[in-house]
């Protein structure tokens, strides 16, 4: 059976977040500027006001003012409240799953309100279609039936601790390509869980602001740039490529984060896409 003492660590992250004060957005240094970066809405439906997320952990386990970017986009404010949480340590579907895998998982909860969002949660020991080589989670939407009363949507998150640390929980681990910079210390002490909240907080992210794919995004829907994904590898000021930005470091743990958590958690969240300056919003 999967270890389950990150349990609440997600819990935590998801459940509320308090992120330090100061905000800025994004600067390049460079000799040509970049043109800004603009996300076209395409006059879809977002996820709006109270917004509720279900776990469903398989069988494994926002800041703030990180997560008020969000009341940026068309519509207002989405606030986050973890309603359900199921725990699966059966590997009812095995070990070795695919999309329609993760649909049926994500209809574990009964998703009875349309602003819900159904999160799976994959074990370290679990392989996902497509999981390491060209993504460490996603999200959809699925259409009313077994377990959705309405259109609903659910995002998967897979633990990349023994599969791909280096691909899906950098900076806390050495980068499969590209500069080889020190990684950073996780700051709740597990490369895979820390990882998978970065990933989770990305997707949370971009399921409020493009949750049915005709909201938020940038290029062809089948591979849509969106809110946080158009910010990815930058979580502090001064980012670029290798390198992940200015962000705090405990004094006795070493361990680097950017936003404050209940319970005295630290966490690292990605930078978000912000429409009114056209730019990547980080929370330090």
Known sequence: MAPIYSFPILFLFCSTLISPNLSTTRKLNALVQEQPLVL???NGALLKGNVTVNLIWA???ATSSWWKTTENYKGGSSNLVVRHQVLLENYSLGKALKKVHLL???KKVTNT???SINVVLTAKDVAVDGFCMNRCG???SALPGRGLASRGTYIWVGNSETQC????AWPFHQPIYGPQTPPLVAPNGDVGVDGMIINLATLLANTVTNP???????GPPTAPIEAATACTGVFGSGSYPGYPGRVLVDKV???SYNAHGINGRKYLVPAMWDPQTSGCKTTV
Do not use: E
């Open 40 to 42: 076209k809405y395409h």
């Open 59 to 61: 069988p494994q386990p």
């Open 104 to 106: 049926a998982l994500s």
């Open 113 to 115: 309100l349309p602003t």
């Open 138 to 140: 996603t999200h959809g």
């Open 165 to 168: 640390p280096g691909y899906c």
């Open 212 to 218: 049915f794919n005709n909201g938020y995004f940038q």
């Open 253 to 255: 743990s070493g361990a």
